[in-house]
């Protein structure tokens, strides 16, 4: 049976990864013969999704930079065994906003744990699983808090609210990460909606097409 492929949406807050993904899902639908499915991390599945709003509740201020790292892996894990391994598994096609490389920027690059450690718990959570392409949305910092202030519909969370500078670290770290990983592809999110979600889905068109996939 043909192994399915798993598809990330990376990018600091605010750069639109999530609004290109819904936009994205139903034009693959159409055109793949493949199942297609989109998910989400921390979530996707009951357990994960109770740690997510763990993590991101506004009133959990005194989290320990570790324990959210902790509680990460641990959604990550809980969401990979029960939803995408599965999925992978009946040659699905698997739409994921965020993947191991938000620890690595997050918590690596953000908040300065260490990066060998992040390393070691993604692949002891994810059995060595990385995906076979990953978007990385670039914006500024400045222009990424700009949008989630102005936009009314989406939540806030508790790293919303982290000063500026961490903001800038975690977008210098995925741009680092892109430098070293070749699935990684940058998109200038900057750029119109519309425009944004033309250039990712070229990008996974040729990606299936070049592995055969489609």
């Not at 693959?28 to 991390?41: D, H, P």
């Not at 740690?51 to 969401?79: F, G, S």
């Not at 975690?170 to 425009?195: C, F, M, N, T, W």
Request: aromatic fraction near 6%; charge should be negative; hydrophobic fraction near 40%.
């Amino acid at each position: 049976m043909k192994k399915g492929s798993l598809i990330s949406f990376e990018g600091p807050d605010g750069a639109g990864k999530t609004s290109v993904l819904q936009a994205i899902l139903p034009l693959l639908e159409q055109k793949e013969k493949l199942e297609v499915i989109s998910t989400r991390e921390p979530g996707g599945v009951r357990i994960a999704e109770a740690i997510r709003n763990v993590i991101l509740d506004v009133e959990h201020t005194a989290m320990d930079d570790k324990t959210e790292l902790l509680l990460y892996i641990a959604a990550r894990r809980q969401h990979l065994v029960e939803k995408v391994l599965p999925a992978l598994s009946r040659g699905a096609i698997v739409l994921v906003d965020r993947f191991i490389d938000s620890s690595m920027a997050y918590q690596g690059y953000g908040r300065g744990l260490d990066k060998e450690s992040i390393d070691w718990l993604n692949t002891y959570a994810t059995d060595g699983l990385k995906p076979h392409l990953t978007l990385l949305f670039d914006v500024p910092s400045e222009e990424g808090l700009s949008r989630i202030k102005q936009a009314d519909e989406r939540e806030v969370n508790r790293l919303d609210l982290e000063a500026l500078s961490m903001h800038q670290k975690v977008r210098q770290g995925y741009l680092e990460l892109a430098k070293d990983d070749s699935r990684i592809v940058i998109i200038d999110a900057s750029k119109p909606l519309s425009e944004v979600v033309s250039e990712a889905y070229q990008t996974i068109l040729s990606y299936l097409e070049e592995t055969g996939c489609h």
